[in-house]
């Protein structure tokens, strides 16, 4: 088979190459011989139709991604897609209708239902926790708690869902924890080595309330509260007195994060979003033209 075209889809994600994402995984998948099965078994000008399907009651995700897979190995194809990323839909909806190079189609197959099914999974948890913050005035939030190379996805999909982003990677804001504390001489003197090093945004996590007003002292921009039951977390946020945002991290599961919210945080940050969604329940069936 032919090495996989550019794609033509619009979908774009700052800092991601889809084009390159598509070829890397392809290429992992076909290991330089190719589909040795699709190229024994199906005749070269074979044409088939398909329907990408949802089984489970899902937020929708990284349709313009499984296009762009079938797309690098048929440039021809015939994609239809029946609803948008950000839908929500019940189970037994139509997602994707194809038409083109049942070769063609049959190798793409794996890695378009792999990525939308892992995004699809990761937009429709995240759904599912700004759903029990609705009403509270918490924003929803992601973590670095992401698969090595696939962040900026991962990201996109909480997107989806209805989170905003947390910090992207270890350069777009400081975050101190104890350990940069420890080494640092403590809370303060690290703050204060952030902010003189130019950086504009200083989150300081702090997991006790006596750690708060030396946080802000020495310049906080934020602070992150670190497993402090929703009690507590309203105990701080009082103190805290809206001088910085406020930030509640650090065990937050469906049962607890409105509660949570309730206590007058600014965000709720939730590592489960990438760390434990389980893939969406997505199948993709084909029939000869």
């Given at each position: 088979?032919?090495?996989?075209?550019?794609?033509?889809?619009?979908?774009?994600?700052?800092?991601?190459?889809?084009?390159?994402?598509?070829?890397?995984?392809?290429?992992?998948?076909?290991?330089?011989?190719?589909?040795?099965?699709?190229?024994a078994?199906?005749?070269?000008?074979?044409?088939?139709?398909?329907?990408?399907?949802?089984?489970?009651?899902?937020?929708?995700?990284?349709?313009?991604?499984?296009e762009a897979?079938?797309?690098?190995?048929?440039?021809?194809?015939?994609v239809?897609?029946?609803?948008?990323?950000?839908?929500?839909?019940?189970?037994?909806?139509?997602?994707?209708?194809?038409?083109?190079?049942?070769?063609?189609?049959?190798?793409?197959?794996?890695?378009?239902?792999?990525?939308v099914?892992?995004?699809?999974?990761?937009?429709?948890?995240?759904?599912?926790?700004?759903?029990?913050?609705?009403?509270?005035?918490?924003?929803?939030?992601?973590?670095?708690?992401?698969?090595?190379?696939?962040?900026?996805?991962?990201?996109?999909?909480?997107?989806?869902?209805?989170?905003?982003?947390?910090?992207?990677?270890?350069?777009?804001?400081?975050?101190?924890?104890?350990?940069?504390?420890?080494?640092?001489?403590?809370?303060?003197?690290?703050?204060?080595?952030?902010?003189?090093?130019?950086?504009?945004?200083?989150?300081?996590?702090?997991?006790?309330?006596?750690q708060?007003?030396?946080?802000?002292?020495?310049?906080?921009?934020?602070?992150?509260?670190?497993?402090?039951?929703?009690?507590?977390?309203?105990?701080?946020?009082?103190?805290?007195?809206?001088?910085?945002?406020?930030?509640?991290?650090?065990?937050?599961?469906?049962?607890?994060?409105?509660?949570?919210?309730?206590?007058?945080?600014?965000?709720?940050?939730?590592?489960?979003?990438?760390?434990?969604?389980?893939?969406?329940?997505?199948?993709?069936?084909?029939?000869?033209?």
């Amino acid at each position: 088979m032919s090495s996989p075209a550019a794609t033509s889809t619009t979908f774009a994600v700052p800092g991601f190459d889809l084009d390159a994402f598509v070829v890397a995984t392809l290429a992992e998948d076909l290991g330089g011989a190719g589909d040795i099965t699709s190229a024994a078994v199906i005749p070269a000008g074979e044409r088939f139709t398909g329907i990408m399907d949802s089984r489970d009651a899902i937020t929708v995700a990284g349709l313009p991604i499984a296009e762009a897979f079938f797309r690098a190995l048929d440039p021809r194809v015939r994609v239809e897609r029946l609803v948008e990323d950000g839908a929500r839909v019940a189970a037994g909806t139509d997602l994707l209708r194809l038409e083109g190079s049942a070769r063609a189609l049959l190798t793409a197959e794996r890695a378009a239902l792999n990525t939308v099914q892992h995004l699809s999974g990761i937009a429709t948890l995240t759904r599912a926790y700004a759903d029990k913050l609705l009403g509270t005035g918490a924003t929803l939030l992601d973590t670095r708690k992401t698969l090595p190379g696939l962040r900026r996805l991962e990201k996109y999909a909480t997107r989806v869902g209805g989170a905003e982003n947390h910090r992207m990677g270890l350069w777009d804001a400081a975050m101190i924890k104890d350990n940069h504390a420890a080494v640092a001489g403590g809370v303060a003197e690290a703050v204060r080595r952030a902010l003189a090093a130019g950086i504009a945004e200083v989150i300081v996590e702090v997991d006790r309330v006596d750690q708060i007003e030396p946080a802000l002292a020495a310049g906080a921009t934020r602070l992150l509260l670190d497993n402090m039951a929703p009690p507590v977390l309203r105990g701080a946020v009082t103190l805290v007195g809206g001088r910085v945002p406020t930030e509640a991290s650090g065990g937050v599961t469906l049962e607890t994060i409105r509660a949570i919210g309730e206590t007058g945080v600014t965000y709720v940050s939730v590592g489960r979003l990438t760390q434990s969604a389980p893939a969406a329940d997505i199948g993709l069936d084909f029939a000869a033209v």
